[in-house]
Structure formats: structure tokens, C-alpha cells
């Protein structure tokens, strides 16, 4: 049977803090029941992963992001088309649209955790900053896996708005 | 045909337009337009920086550590690294393809096959909204295609269960989603169950039907209008690509195969351990990439294109009966309309080389209906549930890896010294041979679709159906949330900007102004 809850860490292991997003299933894996959660990672996002969201109530797509002011964002995610010119980046946005258009219906309620990093070189290891902010984040994933429900998500999302405009997402 | 655009005279008088994705780190590409006064394209360049810095992360790495390694290159198709790496250390532990074990080669074929359907299904994907792959010049164009398109109702659909099917084949022989180690030095390391392969049994018609459907689809729309499509972004190349010992198309091992533009073979059934007499890689001051060359040819002529639009028209035949059913149709069409046809004479038309660029999809759909037909077919063999594994042999110090990744040749070269560690690691990838060819079809759709008419949004969505016929490879496993916009910048003769607008991944233009 399909759990409810998806988290999906996706990033590049090989590629410095590309791998935050990995990291943070690695932490929930070791401190959380998962009886009602799912944890899927990948490198990178791809059509395919829209048919993981089907039959979810909740889901969560934790990434890395270029160097900000603040150390992680959170927010819900609506569908949107990617009309970029190369196969090779997807956006959860993009995911979202993909669910959208082959199933016909609206995606499960999704959100974005995207936790800052420093540097993405192939074979560099985790920055300090990374480490600091997806410290941050495992705070942030306790507060949300507590209850794990769209209205307590919204309102933890709602409380983190004024901060968006502080960052410049990747 | 347009190598005059790549270097103009008279720079500082020319005007400079760049499309530069902004991007994090490596990865990016940009397309640098030089216009004169006139707005007159007088150069243009396409810059990819992929891969820099792939030589230190394998150097100093036991080679047994390689195939899981190299996955890690490219996010798309991690699998082709990790059986070019897995080819290169069978050498290093004395094993050659012909002596490895039966079952472990079949694997290796299966997920090969599983892989390349994987990505080629991406393709089927976006024939749901088809003017990403062909564009919309017209609103003619636009219309034929719609009413193509209605009669394939939920490809989308079919693109993302072809791609999951391909994902299943993957992970039922590594084991894993991703990440997996099917292959290692000398064979495989897990065989595969009687279950595994009657799970994967219970889709495949239905994959070769989608399939079909698929090949169906792209030769419908290419035919929609010829004239148009056989000259977009077109150009006449060499083409590069394995090759079965009878001439059949290949895609895990065999020779090297290079026909010329005019279909004469120029190499054949080359040994790719000496692809270093054959190939050589030019460096030039403009670009990080390089450029290939066969080396017989020289620099000047020798450029070449490998990928599916290589392999099907090098091939003189496919060995699966539906897939070589639509190469003859292919063939006949290149032959009937191609620009080679005309410089042939008739007698030689059908056997003519298609070198339209836009027929890379459905050079890249024919393959996927192949590798659908190649897994039913090894599905069915009794040796794929072999458990006779692996391989040994006497240790050697050098080992080349070559295959056929989806976009095309993969080169893996390695040296290792008496610890087992890498010392030297040489990679040529396919996005890199067909560097030269991209820029060419670049130069094409500039001189073609750009000069001496305002930049405008559709004209730039022009250069990228050019750049996406190739989809080549840019992000190399560093995904990218909302980092892959295009960048447009305006510079005078004086080298002063005058003008920046961005195109974002949703297709909004913005123009931005510092």
C-alpha cells in the first residue's frame, strides 16, 4: 500500500552540497517511525518521478540551493511547465505539471525544503555552511514530521514567507 | 557550408549578442551571436562546459571502485559510464569481451538496452508538446502537427511509463534505483531470478507497441512538412559509431564504423583500444570543450557526428524485424529528400546518408523501438538467467572502454600502476564529438533564420530546437532548480551592453535592466 507521505532527497553525492538534500533522508531514516512515509532519492528529477507521487497525501521535495542569506526555504509548490532547453534539469514545478497532464488531475499537496550550500564541485565534500544549514533543516523536519498534515505545513510554510525575498534560489 | 561564421573579420566592429543559461557551476552552455552593423550574423559560437575536472576525481581511485564512481558524472545516463568503466577495467583485470561469460554480457546488454530506452523515451515525452523538439515557424507548421498529434492521445502518458519500464529493467539487474553496481571488473556480481525476469516479461509488448506508436508519431510529424524539417539546422557531416562485425547496428560492443557525408566507409571494424591513432582532440582559445577529429581527415574536415542519427545511418541493418522495418522507411526517405540525395547521382539516392538534424528524433525513436524488441528477445534467452558470472584473467596496466551511450560514442580510458590505483583517465564524451556538429547546426539556424531580422524570442527558440536535436549532455548529475535560463546580453562594437533580457525554464521572457 502507498504511504501517504513522500519525502524525496534528490542531489548529486558526488558533487560537494549537492548532496543535502540525500543527506536529510539519510537523517529522517535514522530518527523517524516510517511506517507512513516513503523516503526516495535520486540525482536529479525526471518525468517518471511524477508517477511516485501518485496516491500521496503529502510531499515533500528536499534540495540543495546556490549560497543565500538564510539557510534553508520552505515553501508549497504549484505545477508549472519547464521549457527549458536541455533534458537534463527538471524542476519540482515541472514534476508537478508532468502529474498534472497524465493523470489529469491536481498533484498531492507538495512542498519545497531547499537548503542552502556553498559549493558543488565534482568530488568536493560537504561545506561547513552546508552542514550548518541542513542542521537548521533537520529542525525544521522535526517540526514538520510531528504532523505531518497540509494545514500545519501551510502555516510552518506561511511563517517562513517573509523570508523569501532574502534569497536568490538556484 | 558555414565555417565561414566561426571566426569573423573586423570583430570590433561587430555587435555581440550572447545566450548564456546562467548556471551554478559546469554544465552551461551559451550561444554567442556576432552581428554587424547591419545586424548581419558574421559569427557564431556555441559554448558547452561540461565535464572539467572528471580526471582528478577518478585519478588516485582503485580501479575496482570505478563502474559505482562514474555514475556519479552524469545523472542522465549514469548507466553508460558505468558499463564503459566496467569494459575498461575488464582489460585491467585481463578479461576480453570475447572471454567474458555468456550471461554477463547478456546482462550487461539488457541494462544497456534498458538504459538507452530509458532516455530515448524522454524524446516520446516531449512529442506532447512538439514545438520544444521541431519548433513552430509557422502557423501552418503548427497546425499540421496538432492534428498529428490527434491521433496519439496520452503519449505523454507512454512517455513516462516507457521511461519507468526502462527504470525497472535497471534496478531488477543492479539491484538498485540508482547508484546500483550490476557490472564489475571481469562480469557481473548478481544473476538474474526467474521472477526478475517474468516481472519484466509482463510489460514488454506493451513497450514495443508504445514504441512503434512512438516511431509512428515522430515520422508522422517530420513528414508534416519535409522541405521545412530536412533543412532545419541541417548540415553535412561524418558520421561515427560501433558497428556489429556484419554490419548491424550496435550499441554495447563491436568496431568503429565512420562513413563520409556521401555514405562511402571510411574506417571500419576499427579495434577502439587505438582510438588514440584515430581520433584527436583539438583545443581552441574560445571554449573549454574540445573538439574531435578523425585524424585521417585533419582538423578542417574531419569533425564528425555520433549519436542515434550516426548509428542509423551507418548501419546497414537493424537485427530486430520492426526496428529494421522502420530504418528501410528512414533510409528511403533520406534518399528521396535528403540534401545528399541531390548531390547524388540517382542511381546512388536510396543509399544516401540523411543528414537532416531534426531526423535525429526519429533516429533516436527507431533505436528505442530496438532496444524494447532486444529486451523482449534477451528476456526470452535462456542464458540471461545464467549464474556463470565472471571472469579472470592476467592484471594489466591499461584498460578502454567504449559504448554507445544515447547521445553516442562514450570513450573510457584508464591507466593504473602496481597499487591497483588510477593514474591516468581519459574520457571522450559523446556531447563532446558532436561538439563541432552543434556548432555547425548553430551557425546553420544563424545564418539562416537570424541575419538581418530583429532578435526576437522565436528566433531564439530556433537556436534551441537546433541545440535540443542533439540534447546533449550539459548538467552532468547536478540537477538544477530553476537554474537553466537563457541569458541574452547585447554589446556594442564598443564592447558596451546595451541590452539583457533572460528566457526562464517556464518559458517567460523577462528583460532585465542592471
Not at chain 1, 140 to 150: K, Q
Not at chain 2, 125 to 133: A, C, Q, R, V, Y
Request: glycine share 6%; aromatic share 8%; charged share 25%.
Amino acid at each position: 500500500m502507498t504511504k501517504p507521505v513522500l519525502i524525496f532527497g534528490y542531489g548529486n553525492p558526488g558533487r560537494g552540497d549537492d548532496v543535502l538534500g540525500p543527506l536529510l533522508l539519510d537523517y529522517i531514516a535514522r530518527h523517524f517511525n516510517l511506517d507512513g512515509i516513503e523516503l526516495l532519492s535520486d540525482f536529479q528529477l525526471q518525468i517518471e518521478h511524477a508517477l511516485d507521487l501518485a496516491d500521496r497525501e503529502l510531499v515533500l521535495f528536499a534540495d540543495s540551493a546556490m549560497p543565500g542569506e538564510i539557510c534553508y526555504k520552505f515553501y508549497e509548490l504549484l505545477p508549472e511547465k519547464d521549457r527549458s532547453y536541455t533534458s537534463h534539469a527538471m524542476t519540482p514545478q515541472s514534476v508537478l505539471d508532468v502529474y498534472t497532464d497524465i493523470h489529469g488531475q491536481s498533484p498531492p499537496a507538495s512542498f519545497l525544503l531547499s537548503i542552502m550550500g556553498e559549493t558543488f564541485e565534482l568530488g568536493e565534500g560537504l561545506s561547513p555552511v552546508a552542514r550548518q544549514n541542513l542542521l537548521a533543516a533537520k529542525s525544521l523536519v522535526n517540526e514538520l514530521l510531528a504532523e505531518p498534515e497540509i494545514k500545519t505545513w501551510r502555516r510552518i510554510a506561511e511563517q517562513r514567507q517573509p523570508f523569501r525575498h532574502l534569497i536568490q534560489h538556484k | 557550408m558555414y565555417e565561414h561564421l566561426e571566426t569573423a573579420q573586423n570583430q570590433e566592429k561587430l555587435r555581440r549578442i550572447a545566450i548564456d543559461p546562467v548556471s551554478r557551476v559546469e554544465g552551461h552552455g551559451k550561444v554567442t551571436l556576432l552581428l554587424d552593423e547591419n545586424n548581419k550574423v558574421r559569427q557564431a559560437r556555441l559554448h558547452i562546459v561540461e565535464f572539467r575536472g572528471f580526471e582528478r576525481f577518478i585519478q588516485g581511485r582503485p580501479y575496482w571502485e570505478l563502474p559505482v564512481l562514474v555514475q556519479r558524472l552524469c545523472g542522465i545516463c549514469p548507466v553508460s559510464h558505468h558499463l564503459a568503466a566496467a569494459k575498461a577495467i575488464d582489460q585491467l583485470v585481463g578479461v576480453d569481451p570475447k572471454n567474458l561469460p555468456v550471461t554477463a554480457t547478456k546482462l550487461r546488454r539488457l541494462l544497456h538496452f534498458g538504459q538507452v530506452l530509458q532516455s530515448h523515451a524522454l524524446h516520446f515525452f516531449h512529442l506532447s508538446s512538439p514545438d520544444l523538439l521541431f519548433g513552430f515557424e509557422s502557423e501552418i507548421n503548427k497546425r499540421n502537427i496538432i492534428a498529428v498529434l490527434n491521433d496519439y492521445p496520452g503519449i505523454g502518458l507512454q512517455g513516462v511509463k516507457l521511461r519507468k519500464y526502462g527504470q525497472e529493467v535497471i534496478r531488477m539487474i543492479s539491484g538498485k534505483r540508482i547508484h546500483g553496481s550490476g557490472a564489475i571488473a571481469g562480469g557481473m556480481n548478481k544473476a538474474l531470478s526467474k521472477e526478475e525476469r517474468d516481472y519484466l516479461l509482463l510489460d514488454i509488448d506493451q513497450v514495443i507497441d508504445w514504441s512503434t506508436s512512438a516511431v509512428n508519431l515522430v515520422k508522422k510529424i517530420h513528414c508534416s512538412n519535409l522541405p521545412y524539417y530536412d533543412e532545419f539546422a541541417t548540415i553535412r557531416s561524418n558520421y561515427l559509431g560501433l558497428i556489429q562485425p556484419n554490419g548491424a547496428l550496435e550499441l554495447y560492443h563491436g568496431g568503429i564504423r565512420c562513413k563520409n557525408d556521401k555514405g562511402e566507409t571510411l574506417v571500419d571494424h576499427y579495434d577502439y583500444r587505438h582510438y588514440n591513432d584515430l581520433i584527436h582532440e583539438e583545443v581552441r582559445s574560445w571554449t573549454y570543450m574540445k573538439f574531435p577529429y578523425l585524424l585521417p581527415l585533419g582538423k578542417d574536415n574531419g569533425w564528425y557526428r555520433v549519436g542515434p542519427l550516426a548509428r542509423v545511418n551507418n548501419c546497414e541493418f537493424i537485427d530486430t524485424p520492426l526496428a529494421e522495418a522502420q530504418r528501410a522507411e528512414f533510409k528511403a526517405h533520406g534518399g528521396a529528400n535528403s540534401l545528399s540525395a541531390a548531390a547524388l547521382p540517382p542511381s546512388l539516392a536510396v543509399e544516401a546518408m540523411v543528414h537532416s538534424t531534426l531526423a535525429t528524433h526519429w533516429a533516436r525513436l527507431i533505436e528505442m523501438l530496438h532496444c524494447a524488441e532486444s529486451i523482449q528477445r534477451l528476456l526470452h534467452d535462456p542464458d540471461i538467467l545464467g549464474q556463470d558470472l565472471i571472469a579472470h584473467g592476467e592484471k594489466r596496466y591499461e584498460g578502454i572502454g567504449v559504448i554507445e551511450a544515447p547521445r553516442g560514442t562514450l570513450f573510457h580510458h584508464y591507466q593504473i600502476d602496481d597499487n591497483d590505483i588510477v593514474t591516468k583517465a581519459n574520457l571522450i564524451v559523446s556531447t563532446t564529438s558532436n561538439n563541432q556538429a552543434m556548432n555547425e547546426s548553430v551557425r546553420q539556424v544563424a545564418a539562416e533564420y537570424l541575419s538581418g531580422r530583429e532578435l526576437t524570442e522565436p528566433l531564439l527558440n530556433n537556436v534551441e530546437v537546433a541545440i535540443r536535436a542533439y540534447d546533449p549532455c550539459l548538467s552532468c548529475a547536478t540537477h538544477a532548480v530553476g537554474k537553466m535560463p537563457l541569458q541574452l546580453e547585447l554589446v556594442d562594437a564598443q564592447g558596451h551592453l546595451i541590452d539583457k533580457i533572460a528566457k526562464h525554464s517556464d518559458g517567460q521572457v523577462e528583460r532585465i535592466n542592471d
